[in-house]
């Protein structure tokens, strides 16, 4: 296990938080659900670029499988993005496609 630090964009945090009250799942679990759902089923291809008009954004430490950083930063890489930007970009698909119930 390893952690990292990510700064997800406070819409997307206030978001999590929703989804985390409503179901009982850690956000942490929410974030690390929807890297695995995206990444790990191919579908880099489908994300929008998101952007927000505030630069605010809410620093969250996740602890996550050396394999799976790996593939994060491979995935990053292949995209021309960062890994704060592909965790953005994965959080905000992954809201709009599966988590909108809740929001």
Known sequence: MTTITVRIYTPLNENLEKISYQTGILKSSLILYAINDIIRNSKVN?????SYKSDDTVRSTLRIPGVLKELLEKTAKENNLSINSLI???????CISDWLIYL
């Open 88 to 94: 953005n970009n994965v959080v905000h698909s992954f």
């Open 46 to 50: 489908e994300l929008q670029s998101i």
